[in-house]
């Protein structure tokens, strides 16, 4: 790999041992990738900050890391822990677990990083421009960032994007370049046009092409469509990067004339939702996967003001963002006449298989982590269809 | 002897061998208070561990640390090929790791040095024995000779015209000795060469470095080390159950060097 000398320094510990540690890695995961060199940053959004996933071995891992004095050089925020910080006990979480998960959320704020949890950092506290390289975890969030806003990211994991988040740097490699950015597959979509037909297509689209780069045509995803199409496509495949026409900012570059078209449209949809659905009977309603914007609270709030929660058995979560939290007081108050509205965490990294076994979702994504995950049983349909199990 | 891979995790340890053959995941694959495999017996605490890649959740990585947390992680790991979980769980964890090692020739309880800084491996426990091995190519045929049933090293087999390289000899010079010595034809310079691969018998481990030599015409005639010759496609030769492992396969990237 072709260093700079500063970056050479840094590798021989001229510069501590932090960084040291950090620079071993991003140089040692840019040769499984068969970077040339690295790349500086603008920011990076790290995973692995529930206690659930990460484990006493994760735990272990920040404490050393915040010992030695590691700090971050660029923006950086951290994605969704396994509680809301201040509601857990209303989770079902255990002391024991919420002592922990909140040891890890104040380690991350030592080394720098902004705790806002959230895997929607681009809808305000971490927005990357068109054309920034940036590190980030979290594959909606990352695959958000590369398709609707045009930045540059791989698909980091936690202690690689963690380290070039210390760095400001990251290996250049894959999506950071632009000849691995062009399209590879065009989806023609036929869908209803609906949010939910966005998160559908998104896990049809997939479950079809892997970890390919999609072209759509067909649609006009807004921000929250975009948000869940990215979700669900990262989680049935692990696609980190699509183009919509006339909506994405470097669709346009492209020349699709040649490429494989593959059609979704009813009985794609209708196959992706029966895979998604395995129960009818719920114990946990659970919205905000990934978190729901401020937009979508609202709508929410709309959709069920004037209403009644008559089925008190199935508790609901709308989960979300502090940020947003604090943005629609007044709608938060409705919601929280049906559930909770929680933030920093969601149905997915919580530890809610101790509490529940059949969850229903309006997420592709949630509907594919559930079961893996959380052993869940899981109903994925519109909001509507959902609430209709309690009012 | 050092065999050369490609660095990953830098560091130095030795230690005995501890091999599992499928791709490894941390995460569930081993009890980290003891170190005990799970998904097969053995226990890679103060081991080397060798497997040729991880696969699983990347949760796999702070296993890697919480082994190390607990004094059960291995001193080393080696594979045939890296990716991320392991790659991160090893630099985090401080366990040298190398990889582009061909894991074939790694057994159970070899002892073995591991280099993650430079990228090498050294087996303590076997013999090295460096051999050059030549495909004499005529039209688009390649030479195979047929070992005696006696032969010590790979009897029966079916091989190029291959030897061993005499203390102070260069491998090309071998190759060109060899040649004279079993098939009585004249070669210059070889057209190709390619890197050593390696090729483990018992506690033996051969260095292989094949050379390609393509001639308009050879009429071999063979000493006593061989019983006879015939000249096969190289799809031919990598149908053939007698041949010497490795050899098919260095003769496809033989003639496929661009």
């Known amino acids: 790999m072709d260093l700079t000398r500063e970056e050479e320094s840094i590798l021989i510990g001229e510069k501590g041992a932090g960084a040291q540690k950090a620079m071993e890695l991003v140089v040692a995961l840019g040769k499984v990738y068969g970077a040339e060199n690295l790349v500086d940053i603008t920011s990076a959004h790290l995973s692995g900050a529930s206690y659930k996933t990460i484990g006493d071995g994760g735990l272990k891992y920040l404490e050393d890391m915040v010992a030695g004095g590691a700090k971050v050089s660029v923006l950086s925020t951290l994605n969704p822990v396994g509680m809301d910080r201040d509601r857990w006990k209303e989770m079902h979480i255990t002391p024991e677990f919420a002592e922990k998960q909140l040891r890890i959320i104040d380690l991350y704020g030592r080394m720098g990083i902004k705790t806002t949890c959230s895997c929607t950092p681009y809808t305000g506290d971490n927005v990357p421009k068109f054309g920034d390289h940036i590190a980030w975890a979290e594959s909606s969030a990352l695959s958000f960032a590369n398709s609707y806003i045009g930045a540059r990211t791989n698909r980091e994991g936690g202690p690689g994007a963690l380290a070039a988040a210390i760095l400001g740097k990251t290996a250049n490699y894959g999506l950071h370049l632009d000849e691995n950015r062009k399209p590879t597959v065009v989806i023609d979509a036929e869908i209803d046009g609906s949010f939910f037909s966005h998160s559908l297509l998104g896990q049809a689209v997939g479950m079809a092409i892997g970890g390919r780069v999609p072209y759509y045509r067909g649609i006009k995803p807004t921000l929250e469509d975009a948000k869940t199409m990215a979700g669900a496509m990262a989680a049935s495949g692990s696609v980190a990067l699509f183009h919509v026409e006339g909506t994405t900012p470097e669709a346009s570059k492209f020349d699709v004339s040649g490429l494989e078209t593959i059609h979704i449209g009813k009985e794609e949809i209708q196959a992706a939702y029966d895979k998604l659905n395995t129960t009818d009977d719920i114990q946990l309603i659970a919205l905000g996967c990934p978190h729901l914007t401020v937009k979508e609270v609202k709508d929410i709030a709309a959709f069920l003001k004037g209403k009644k929660k008559v089925n008190k058995d199935v508790e609901i979560w709308f989960c979300t963002s502090t940020s947003v939290r604090d943005q629609c007081p007044d709608e938060v108050r409705i919601l929280e006449q049906f559930g909770l509205v929680l933030a920093d965490t969601c149905m997915v990294v919580s530890p809610i298989e101790g509490t529940f076994q059949r969850t229903g979702t309006n997420s592709a994504k949630a509907g594919n982590y559930l079961p893996t995950l959380c052993s869940q049983k899981t109903m994925c349909r519109d909001i509507s269809a959902l609430m209709e199990v309690v009012l | ?258």
Do not use: C
Not at chain 2, 160 to 181: C, F, T, W
Not at chain 2, 230 to 238: A, G, I, S, V, Y
């Open chain 2, 1 to 258: 002897m050092i065999i050369k891979g490609r660095s990953i995790s830098p560091g130095i340890a030795k230690g005995k061998v501890i091999k599992y053959d499928e791709a490894f995941s941390f995460l569930g694959g081993v009890d980290t208070s003891t170190g005990d495999l799970r998904v097969a017996d053995g226990n890679i605490a103060g081991k080397v561990f060798v497997f040729p890649k991880g696969k699983g959740s990347t949760v796999g990585s702070f296993v890697m640390y919480d082994l190390m947390v607990h004094g059960t992680a291995p001193v080393a790991v080696i594979n045939r090929s890296a990716e991320t979980i392991v790659t991160t769980g090893a630099v985090i964890s401080s366990i040298p790791m190398v990889d582009m090692i061909d894991t074939d020739i790694l057994r159970d309880g070899d002892i073995v040095s591991v280099n993650g800084t430079d990228g090498s491996i050294s087996i303590e426990t076997a013999r090295y024995i460096r051999t050059v091995s030549s495909a004499i190519m005529v039209k688009g045929r390649v030479l195979v000779l047929h070992r005696p049933d006696t032969a010590r090293s790979f009897p029966g087999a079916h091989s190029l015209v291959s030897g061993k390289i005499e203390p102070g000899e260069s491998a090309e010079d071998a190759a060109a000795r060899e040649i004279m010595e079993e098939t009585r034809i004249p070669v210059d310079k070889a057209d190709r060469v390619l890197e050593p691969f390696y090729v483990r018998e018992k506690d033996i481990v051969w260095e292989v470095t094949v050379f390609l030599y393509i001639l308009d015409s050879a009429e071999p005639v063979l000493n006593e080390e061989n019983v006879a010759f015939e000249w096969l496609t190289p799809e031919q030769l990598k149908a053939d159950p007698k041949a010497v492992t490795g050899v098919p396969g260095a003769l496809d990237r033989l003639l496929n060097i661009q």
